[in-house]
């Protein structure tokens, strides 16, 4: 089993390229089996949940031709099947995505429930609550989401929460509908901009992507494009708290610099400088980081994706920081992890408490889930000492190369898969 060996205590210094947004390429990558023609698609992050989404649109017939290693000529036109249900597809959240866009072209879809990762009860009823205002009857068999539409027709929906896989998903499902659909209370990501970007390059009329209401008419078929992915705010923004945790000095390149205000900001807050210029950040930490708090949000909220890269910073800052959660009801596990390299945080509910320590201690942990698990990288990159890092693969679902990017900027980091090889680690760091 593979695990990350790390010594902390170097500062992160130098430039690290952010690759392609892995939720903007989930929807679009669902989004492109929806025509015939060819989509050729750049900018796709090589990471797991990627590769498991290709997988399973070539599972039902569709052609994937990779050009390079982020580039893929993708093509729905001999989709034989509208039922996707693998082993794989089941440990990805997003294969949900499949269904709005099969019910959208073929006004059937068969999807596994979803997985994805495990912070806390994540229920789809708004999009199902999208689905059958379509006009699609939706029901559970075998562990499978079954969707059909005799047609589908445009309505007015509301959602009840903000949910981005709810809007991305009623906006697959209703760029062929018959009308007009409005989605209410929409997400406002840029991943559910750059879907909907993506779906008007292929003939759609989807307006109002990035505001509470998006309007999408019913276009009667969509056509060929290229392509190319918006940069990843989450990969950016771990690399930013890489920076300050580390007291170092990491510019983040090829980002948009207004998706990673809220991230800016609390760094700023923090006592980090940060330096925007158009298609990069710097940010530069000296000395001790300050306590702040933070609540996460929807976009342009602070993301509840970064909430563990920044309490692993606030849990070395001096005084007392409050993170509250508000999106998911279960996202602190990785605190009982953290605690075991010396942080001081009690959570209550949806709040973490933290009173932050001078060190971290290197320590064996396990990676609970995808962020959580890149947040303990980078606290073990700032720790005293050796910290072992379990479970991975929940890191390498969304990190592309972290390990190697995180060496580019002179991290002492290895992936290791057995006990000879920590020990070797170990002796070569010293
Ligand atoms: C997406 C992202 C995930 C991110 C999250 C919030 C992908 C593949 N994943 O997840 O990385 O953490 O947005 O920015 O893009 N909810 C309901 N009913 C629904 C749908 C959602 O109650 O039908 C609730 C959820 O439980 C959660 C909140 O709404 O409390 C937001 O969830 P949502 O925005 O849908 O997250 P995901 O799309 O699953």
């Known amino acids: 089993m593979e695990q990350y060996a790390v010594k902390g205590g170097n500062p992160l210094v130098g430039e690290v390229e952010i690759g392609g947004a892995k939720n903007a390429a989930l929807g679009i990558l669902a989004a492109a089996i929806m025509t015939d023609d060819t989509c050729t698609i750049d900018n796709i992050p090589d990471v797991r949940d990627t590769n498991v989404m290709l997988q399973a649109i070539e599972s039902i017939g569709s052609t994937v031709v990779r050009k390079d290693r982020h580039t ?24 949900y995505y499949l269904l709005g866009a099969l019910l959208g072209k073929y006004k059937k879809a068969r ?24 006009g699609a009857t939706v029901r559970i068999e075998h562990g499978m989401i079954v969707a059909e539409a005799d047609k589908l027709t445009g309505a007015h929906i509301y959602l009840d ?46 307006k109002g992507a990035g505001t509470d209401v998006i309007r999408i008419k019913g276009a009667r078929s969509l056509h060929g494009t290229n392509y190319t992915i918006i940069p990843d705010q989450i990969e950016a923004g771990t690399f930013m708290f890489a920076a300050a945790l580390t007291r170092g000095d990491v510019t983040v390149k090829n980002v948009i610099p207004k998706h990673l205000e809220s991230i800016s900001a ?36 602070f993301p509840t994706d970064m909430q563990p890269q920044i309490t692993v910073a606030l849990g070395l800052s001096k005084g007392t920081s409050i993170v509250t959660e508000s999106i998911f009801e279960n996202r602190f596990k990785y605190v009982d992890e953290l605690t075991r390299m010396g942080a001081s945080i009690k959570v209550e509910g949806n709040t973490a408490i933290i009173d932050g320590v001078n060190k ?7 990676a609970p889930d995808l962020r ?6 980078i606290a073990a990159l700032a720790a005293d000492g050796v910290t072992v890092i379990d479970d991975v693969r929940y890191i390498q679902r969304g990190y592309e190369d972290f390990h ?16 000879k090889e920590i020990q070797k680690f170990r002796l070569k760091t010293g």
């Open 72 to 95: 893929c000529e993708i093509s729905g036109k001999n989709i034989i099947d509208q039922t996707i249900d693998n082993d794989y597809i089941k440990k990805i959240r997003a294969s």
């Open 111 to 134: 999807v596994s429930l979803p997985g994805g990762c495990n912070i806390g009860l994540r229920p789809i009823d708004q999009h199902i609550k999208g689905f059958k205002a379509l």
């Open 161 to 206: 929460v903000v949910s981005v896989g709810a809007t991305i998903n009623i906006m697959l499902a209703s760029v062929m509908a018959e009308g007009t659909t409005i989605i209410e209370n929409a997400a406002k990501e840029p991943h559910v901009v750059d879907v909907a970007n993506f779906l008007n390059t292929m003939g759609g009329s989807i």
């Open 266 to 301: 609390k760094l700023s807050e923090i006592g980090c400088q940060v330096e925007e210029s158009d298609d990069a950040v710097r940010v530069v930490a000296t000395g001790q980081l300050n306590h702040t708090h933070v609540k996460t949000l929807p976009y342009p909220g």
């Open 360 to 366: 971290y201690t290197g320590a064996s942990i396990s």
């Open 372 to 377: 959580a698990g890149a947040a303990l990288v």
């Open 404 to 419: 190697l990017k995180l060496q580019s900027l002179g991290g002492l980091i290895e992936l290791v898969d057995s006990e």
